[in-house]
């Protein structure tokens, strides 16, 4: 069985600050990781993906994640905040079967940025 | 290009109309699902179809019936919808259903009157 626990349902920062969001995952085997964006009464944007090569992933809009397998952990980081960056984040982990009905997502963390 | 494409954006129906939500891409993938979402919550799976066959139904109502005409289409057809399935509906399609990155379309939100 797998699982994902997003630590913080909310995170506020002021804009230009760094950003970073927690995610803890449990597998059995060794997992994808992905991070998607979900922009206000918008669809999900896939931001990076973890697939066991390099444990640093660069992804889109400056943000970033680090596979800490001893940790069991992928934050996602960004060094300075945009007002854009405003949105839902979801940590998910998908299993060997992968596709849709591997796929296991956190319950998601609220991005707030102050101005 | 990775792009999903659903219609319409929005839709308000009557509990005892008939409506459908439409998804279409162009990838070449050979997966296609159906999400819903609920207000402040991940998404939940629906229905995947790998290689124009239903593959995996999540014990979704009857109510609910997808559909799909080829590997670029995906359909979902709704009947006789409850207040309480409102919701986001989003379509995802992936290049096959073993470890690809899922890319998700900007949703149909559902209103159920």
């Known amino acids: 069985a797998q699982s994902v626990t997003q630590l913080d349902s909310h995170v506020s920062v002021s804009e230009g600050t760094p950003v970073l969001l927690r995610c803890n995952y449990s597998?059995?085997?060794?997992?994808?990781l992905f991070w998607y964006v979900q922009h206000p009464n918008k669809g999900l944007q896939l931001l990076l993906k973890?697939?066991?090569?390099?444990?640093l992933v660069k992804g889109i809009n400056g943000f970033e994640a680090e596979f800490k397998k001893s940790e069991t952990s992928f934050h996602l980081t960004k060094p300075s905040a945009h007002m854009s960056d405003a949105a839902e984040y979801f940590c998910v982990v998908s299993d060997l079967r992968g596709g849709a009905d591997g796929l296991t997502f956190g319950k998601g963390t609220h991005l707030i940025i102050q101005p | 290009d990775t792009e999903v494409t659903q219609t319409p954006k929005h839709l308000v129906m009557g509990m005892t109309n008939k409506k459908s939500l439409k998804c279409e891409q162009h990838m070449g993938h050979r997966a296609m699902y159906w999400y819903k979402q609920k207000a402040k919550k991940p998404p939940e799976l629906m229905f995947v179809y790998s290689y124009e066959k239903l593959s995996i139904n999540e014990s979704v109502p009857s109510r609910f019936s997808p559909e799909c005409p080829n590997s670029s289409l995906l359909n979902l057809h709704l009947h006789a919808l409850q207040p309480e399935d409102s919701a986001l509906y989003l379509c995802?399609?992936?290049?096959?259903?073993?470890?690809?990155?899922?890319?998700f379309g900007e949703g149909s939100w559902l209103t159920v009157v």
């Open positions: 995802a399609s992936s290049q096959g259903t073993g470890g690809n990155t899922i890319y």
């Open positions: 597998s059995s085997y060794s997992p994808s």
């Open positions: 973890y697939t066991s090569a390099a444990t």
